[in-house]
């Protein structure tokens, strides 16, 4: 690996994650990693817990960084400003990265020297400690935008999993400081306009599902007011993301982007619903929608699926709607493997991770 001196800079945006800090670092300064050449910040966003107490043990291995409570953007855009390194590597304090990360990501990174961003696959971490493959991680390389397709299947990435050029990263700053979540989401929406993008095919790291999550969560236990928190961040996100498109020379009303942009009104509308039904009508619209923009990175059976979810929607209506999957799903265990090609895997290649 020949990547130079102070290659990397680690920054941990932490806020009241007190119980899950120490592991998080830890996960970092046990990298098979020269020391010398990462350097690791903790951004608090003004905890109250005992987060700043526990990291004081790792004395001048790390650097914390306090701040009056403002939100993930304002947490990044600090530790951005003080990162030193060449790449900038992020990581929630509520995960932890698997050994042999920083190599990798590094590696790929001179590998595609072209490059702004690196991510990878992540591993679900149960709270029993049981793990399990993301199911909605898309392995791309080069430039996405250059056609229809690229741009459909293009992933949203955790956090935990994200790795900058800085030279690339500096056309994005600041995140636009009202995102006080999915700052994450603003970075990996606009890097693929930056610069391409290259993929590591391994899970590097842990995302730990727990109750506070905002996105990875039963959507029936979600209280309102997160849903409209989301909501809300959610549609500053997209105004942003349009704004920046805009102001460098890209028209985010042309077809293509149009498409890029609705998985983030889909998930409006999702939202929406969770706190209001929507009628049969309005509901079948918004489902039949769905094969009709990603039909292209859909299978042909299941894209005949979701059309019979649509048609499903005007008989069953929002909240009965789920009969049909588990009906579906009966049938499966019933037929056994042959079922997969009869009534249809969820093989949409990446079309699943946008609704």
Not at 55 to 83: D, P, V
Request: net charge negative.
């Amino acid at each position: 690996m020949r990547v130079e001196a102070a290659d990397v800079t680690v920054v941990i945006d932490a806020y009241n994650y007190g119980q899950y800090i120490e592991e998080a670092v830890e996960s970092v300064l046990t990298q098979d990693f020269p020391a010398g050449r990462c350097e690791v910040i903790v951004v608090d966003d003004g905890s109250t817990d005992d987060t700043i107490e526990r990291l004081s043990k790792y004395g001048e291995r790390i650097r914390c960084l306090t701040k009056a409570n403002g939100g993930q953007a304002s947490a990044f855009n600090l530790g951005f400003e003080q990162a030193s390194g060449g790449f900038i590597a992020l990581l929630d304090a509520d995960d932890v990265w698997l050994p042999g990360k920083l190599r990798q990501i590094c590696d790929t990174f001179e590998k595609h020297p072209e490059a702004g961003l690196v991510y990878h696959r992540a591993l679900m971490w149960q709270a029993d400690g049981r793990t399990s493959p993301d199911t909605d991680f898309v392995f791309m390389n080069g430039r996405i935008p250059e056609t229809r397709g690229t741009l459909l299947r293009y992933p949203m990435i955790r956090t935990s999993c994200l790795a900058f050029r800085r030279e690339s990263l500096r056309r994005l700053l600041p995140v636009p400081a009202a995102l006080r979540s999915q700052a994450d989401a603003y970075l990996t929406a606009l890097i693929i306009f930056v610069s391409p993008v290259a993929a590591v095919r391994e899970a590097l790291t842990k995302y730990r599902v727990h109750g506070s999550n905002l996105f990875h969560v039963d959507q029936k236990q979600v209280p309102q007011d997160r849903i409209q928190h989301r909501m809300a961040m959610r549609g500053m996100l997209l105004g942003a993301i349009k704004e920046w498109l805009e102001e460098n020379g890209y028209d985010p009303e042309s077809d293509d982007l149009r498409a890029y942009l609705k998985q983030w009104t889909k998930l409006q509308e999702s939202d929406g619903f969770a706190l209001r039904a929507p009628s049969r009508g309005k509901y079948f619209w918004h489902l039949v929608e769905y094969p009709r923009i990603y039909g292209e990175i859909m299978s042909p059976r299941h894209r005949l699926y979701s059309y019979v979810q649509a048609v499903g929607a005007l008989f069953l209506g929002y909240h009965h709607l789920h009969l049909l999957d588990e009906l579906r799903n009966r049938l499966k265990r019933f037929l056994g493997d042959s079922a997969e090609e009869t009534l249809g895997a969820d093989d949409t290649e990446g079309a699943s991770a946008k609704g």
